[in-house]
């Protein structure tokens, strides 16, 4: 049994390993350079990476990485080796601060949504000193942004870089009002809640949709799914509890803060939740957890499906996002403490998310808005499209009070008895939590939950990262002006509660009335990809991010461009995959069932001379109609594909993908799944949902 306060960080080349083979004056220069956010001399680089060497090496590495994001939503490698050459004709291991500081890979075939053209080659990743690095598969990993030969963000990580050094700027300028001059930086933190399937590798192997798509294209729901709520927090079975097991010891060893494991609703659905830790390393530990899952998983015998919606009709996978902000002295800004009315820092601080979320509705869509995220929002088991906040019955009256211009009476804890003197008196917390809710207060952070489970998190919390600095900024602005600044707060407050209340709703997202009651209050519901992304460059949004240093117009329009673009990659090739399905192997199966019921109705005519009964003729019927259903549609379907290739216009052509080409997969989808209920299980060419979601 592994003794985990060993192994932690163990591969890690962190801050206690620094502070061991780096000269003392050195480590406080680096760190001194990573919290002041500076840039870091050469000399120190040079250092730095020679014990970085050294101790990667010890590790058992041979070769070393710039370890990037780029915008495809995964991460990057390319090895070099750490050996040298002499004159004698031998080598030496060698890695200089150079090396360190600065790699050129190939940039051709990462997408630039135009910015580059494909011939230009040369990109440029750059050390980030505030993530350490790590050893994985006896290679040193070095996090690092990614940019363009002109100096354009191409990746995740850099806009997310930007985004905290924006907040963490207007956030100083806030807190100083609160007498915290002490405060050098604002930090938010992340803790990713990632959800994931486990199914049987054999069987994976079999569903060429899974294997090229990541979800099941068609199948039939099983008599059993999930509404019995059995697996929910159930026992976990053996063969998944070892994959845990090792998953569990692999993060540690890369310094993942994994916490929490639990079965999800669905079967053979399970998650993993982090402590919470700096948004930066935050989104770099939830990138190795993917990494490590579907590593890990195949190692057991299983494949890891991050897809939003593997399945239809059953639960999906998201990834919560659970966002806070905290002084580097250690205040929680989102802390409502014993007494919220009178925590004015705090009051401010939820003021100024409620206009950041309201009148930045589009930017929280667009942040969780791909393909196959699209399948998974508005169904009964995630946040519906539309952005509202939850907060919960106490901090809402005590919103209403302050909008109100009166005092509230803080309820204290209020103690919970469950009915029985064995089990003893528990606190009850300010607030529920409202699953339905895409953005809900938990306490002391703010839960986003309408990430898919296949995505970084760096998107999410760039955009709210920024849209706080806005509003921080604009806050700032007014009380730096201001002749009576405690009388200012208040005003802020108040006005700030009455202009975007609308965006409160503490009910049930999930309700056709909550559709109506948004659209009354002039709330967005963007339902797609493509009805989201154009949002994007809206000009408000340009001048905010360039006015933040977050993103420039060249930037974001690209970044569009890319989400656009991606989109119509998937559905063209699910479009692909669809239509081989149904010509290679659902219309043979469902042929050769009618062609066994036709021979055995005719062997009992000739044997008995009993005509068809009624019952064949009508199985007959229908499959027969299926048959050609499916032609037909994968015929149309392919003629729509090819028609959704001819358009240039990156946004019309996603439109239509959205708009014709998912609209004919679903019909097909739904003729063949009927088929399936017709036709013997030995002649379904696939493995059911049954096989799936149960035979691990």
Known sequence: MNNIEEIFGSNVFGDAVMKERLPKETYELLRSAVMAGTSIDSKIADTVANAMKEWAIEKGATHFTHWFQPMTGITAEKHDSFIAPTKDGRIIMDFSGKELIKGEPDASSFPSGGLRATFEARG????????????????????????????????QKTPLLRSMEAISKQALRIVKFFGMDDVTTVRTTAGPEQEYFLIDKELFAKRPDLMYCGRTLTGAVPPKGQEMNDHYFGVIKPRVAEFMKELDNELWKLGVFAKTEHNEAAPAQHELAPIFTTTNIAADHNQLTMELMKKIADKHGLVCLL??????????????NNWSLATDTGINMLKPGKNPSDNHLFLLCLAGVMKAVDEH?????????????????????????????????????????????????????????????????????????????????TGNKFEFRMLGSASSISDA???????????????????????DVKSEITKIIKETVHNHKRIIFNGDGYSK?????????????????????????????????????????????????????????????????????????????????????????????????????TAQKDIIEKLSDCYDSLYNLATELDTEVEKAQGISDVLEQAKYYN???????????????????????NTWPYPTYGDLLFKV
């Open 361 to 441: 509705q589009d930017l929280l869509r667009i942040s969780v808005a791909t393909a196959g995220n699209d399948h998974r929002l508005g169904g009964a088991e995630a946040p519906p499209a539309i952005i509202s906040m939850y907060l919960g019955e106490e901090l809402t009256e005590i919103l209403e009070a302050v909008e109100n211009g009166v005092h509230h009476d803080d309820r204290h804890k209020i103690n919970m008895t469950i009915g029985t003197e064995v089990i003893p008196t528990i606190r009850k917390d300010n607030t529920d939590r409202n699953r339905t809710s895409p953005f809900a207060f």
């Open 124 to 155: 440029y990743t750059a050390w980030d000193p505030s993530s350490f690095a790590f050893v994985k598969d006896k290679t040193l990993c070095i996090p690092t942004a990614f940019c363009s030969y002109g100096g354009e963000a191409l990746d």
């Open 461 to 483: 919390n760039v955009m709210l990262n920024t849209m706080m600095a806005d509003v921080f900024k604009e806050f700032a602005d007014r009380l730096e002006k201001a002749d």
């Open 659 to 681: 708009d014709t080409v998912l609209v004919i997969m679903e019909k097909i989808r739904s003729i063949s799944d009927n088929a399936e209920t017709l036709v013997p299980r």
């Open 513 to 613: 009335e909550w559709q109506e009651e948004a659209k009354r209050r002039g709330l967005l519901n963007l339902g797609s990809t493509p009805s989201a992304i154009p949002y994007l460059c809206r000009k408000e949004n340009i001048d905010m991010f360039a006015r933040h240093g977050v993103f420039n117009e060249t930037e974001l329009k690209c970044r569009a461009d890319i989400a656009l673009e991606n989109y119509s990659k998937v559905v063209h090739i699910e479009a692909l995959t669809l239509i081989e399905m149904v010509k290679r192997d659902i219309m043979p199966a469902v042929s050769k069932a009618l062609r066994n019921l036709c021979e055995t109705a005719g062997v009992i005519n000739a044997t008995i001379g009993r005509k068809t009964s």
């Open 307 to 320: 897809h939003e919606k593997p399945f239809k009709g059953v639960n999906g996978s998201g990834k919560h």
